[in-house]
């Protein structure tokens, strides 16, 4: 199914910037609509992966995956609090 193009996003920048920008698009042979579109998007797509993602320490991986590990492990009360809300959660949105 095609897409429509039918949104809009206005800005306003520099001269200098403007120029920039479509020096950047004719180097790559892009019209300056195609080359800003792309670079946004890409940048945008970016900071959501970023936000979406948990960096641990070795010495902090290597603790959760010993509790991962561990046989005897109970949750506690906060965990099962946790869980509690995101099974809240989840039954709302899911």
Do not use: C, W
Request: hydrophobic residues 40%.
């Amino acid at each position: 199914m095609p897409t429509t193009n039918d949104a809009r996003i206005n800005v306003r920048l520099s001269s200098d910037l403007k120029q920039t920008i479509e020096r950047a698009a004719a180097v790559l042979g892009q019209t300056v609509s195609d080359f800003t579109i792309s670079t946004v998007v890409r940048e945008a797509r970016h900071v959501i992966q970023e936000t979406q993602l948990t960096r641990l320490s070795d010495r902090d991986r290597d603790t959760f995956l010993a509790a991962l590990d561990d046989a005897d492990g109970k949750p506690n009360a906060a965990l099962r609090a946790a869980a509690r809300r995101y099974k809240k959660q989840a039954a709302k949105h899911g």
